[in-house]
């Protein structure tokens, strides 16, 4: 039976997503564990979470790129990089 980190994977690549960005975090460590290990899709772990919005938001290609960062300041790392994404008509989904 596949398990819920599994199921939602399937269904952001249903939906179009083609690859995570991601700041592994403590809080989020075994969700990144089952990205890795069910290789449904790439994930790309960058230094810092706004490298990964605005690494997001360069690769749009008439597609969806995931983020994951863990809860608290992880999130609000990302609201420079969101606030970008808005400015330059790169569309936003939450």
């Known amino acids: 039976m ?3 980190a599994r199921t939602l994977l399937h269904a952001v690549r249903g939906h179009g997503a083609r690859e995570i960005f991601c700041i592994p ?3 989020a460590l075994p969700f990144f564990r089952e ?5 449904i899709l790439p994930l790309y772990a960058l230094s810092h979470e706004p490298a990964i919005g ?3 938001a ?3 290609r008439a597609s969806i ?3 994951a960062v863990t809860w608290g300041a992880g999130a ?6 969101t606030a970008g994404a808005y ?8």
């Open 25 to 27: 975090g403590d809080f």
């Open 35 to 39: 990205i890795e290990d069910s290789a």
């Open 65 to 67: 790129s995931v983020l």
């Open 58 to 60: 360069s690769r749009f």
């Open 54 to 56: 605005f690494a997001a």
């Open 76 to 81: 609000f790392n990302l609201v420079n990089a």
């Open 87 to 94: 400015a330059e008509r790169v569309p936003v989904r939450q």
């Open 2 to 4: 596949p398990n819920l």
